[in-house]
Structures are given as C-alpha cells and as structure tokens.
C-alpha cells in the first residue's frame, strides 16, 4: 500500500512539472509582449527557393549583418548582447556588442553570432536573431507570404517587424508593411483572388 501511495505521488509531481514547464514558457512570452519595450526591425528580402516552411514566415533582418571593428576578436556560434538604439527612421539599429549582459537600462538583445566573413570583399559579422520566424494561422499563411515576398522585393515598399524586448529576449507582435499588418493585407489579398 505504501509503494502505491508513492506512485501515485510521484505520478502527480510528474504530471504537474509537465504542465508547469509549458505554462511558463508561455507566460514569458506574453509578459514579454505585455511589458517589453517595442522596437521595429527592418526586413530585407529573402531566398525565394525557400520563405516559407509551414505555417509561419521566415524573416530576415538588415541588423543581422554588422560591422565590427574587431572582428578577429570574436567567434562563430558565440553568445553575445547587442545593444539597441532607434535611430532617426525609427528602426532599431544594434548600436554595440558585448560579452556581458547590460547593466544599465539601455535595450538589449541576446543574440549568437552566425559566422564572421572576414574576406577582402567583406568585413562582417552575421547574427543569428531568435525571431526570425512569424506564426499565423494557416489558412492565411500562404497568402501572407506572397505579400511579404513581393513588398520585400519592392523597393518602394518598407517591411518591418514590431517586436516587444525584456531582459535580452523578444517576441514578435506582428509584421507589417507600409504600416498595415500583413494579417490585413494577407486577408484582402484572398478577397481579391476569389
């Protein structure tokens, strides 16, 4: 009787450590969206071959590649802290890079380096953005991506990602182009292809 009762009280921690790691990984990304500040981040277009894998867009970031002064002093696959600033068109811009997380209140991102290209051509250090990815539901997702290939391709046209930062990590509240959401615009793109 006693190993039963055992049991089931190693069942019931089990089951309830399963529910509680979910529900805080769901919680930290909406205390993020809820309380985080809100930076935009400019998109740039893609490899066509591939923008879509399932229900979500891939996105890719004109921040994800920056110049460094030192490039020889840092390495691939490294975890860094970039420091963001908004700059005068209003898009986040990565103002510096460090080792070590910020102490102050600046805004900040925790990124990996992808790989440093230190060629004669280039001097750059690639980065590897945790929200490279926007999720929608999937009756609406193929029409989204054919809107935000063609805006990344038009020059004329400026897609950006509305991301809310807190403590080095971030999610993203939508992706828009020329201010309207590309929700709205995935939608009236399906009215007119009725």
């Known amino acids: 009787m006693k190993n039963k ?49 399932g229900k979500y867009i891939t996105l890719r970031f004109k921040e994800s590649a920056i110049k460094v002064k ?13 420091k963001i600033e908004i700059a005068e068109d209003g898009f986040a811009k990565i103002k510096s890079i460090s080792r070590t997380e910020p102490t102050d209140n600046s805004i900040y991102l925790k990124l990996k380096i992808n790989y440093i290209a230190d060629y004669d051509y280039e001097h750059k250090m690639y980065l590897d953005f945790p929200f490279n990815r926007f999720y929608m539901n999937e ?44 929700k709205e615009l995935a939608k009236a793109n399906n009215n007119t292809n009725k």
């Not at 490039?71 to 970039?82: P, R």
């Not at 063609?150 to 991301?163: P, Q, R």
């Open 70 to 82: 030192n490039l020889k002093e840092w390495n691939s696959n490294e975890t860094i802290f970039a």
């Open 5 to 53: 009762n055992s049991l089931i009280i190693l069942f019931l921690f089990v089951a309830l450590a399963q529910l509680f790691v979910p529900s805080q990984m769901i919680y930290n990304q909406e205390d993020i969206l809820n309380t985080g500040q809100i930076v935009k981040f400019q998109c740039e277009p893609i490899d066509p071959n591939d923008p879509f894998r």
């Open 139 to 182: 009756n609406k997702a193929k029409n989204a991506e054919t809107v935000y290939a063609e805006s990344t391709i038009d020059t004329t046209k400026v897609a950006y990602a509305l991301v809310a930062t807190k403590n080095g990590e971030a999610v993203i509240k939508d992706v828009l182009i020329d201010n309207i959401s590309i």
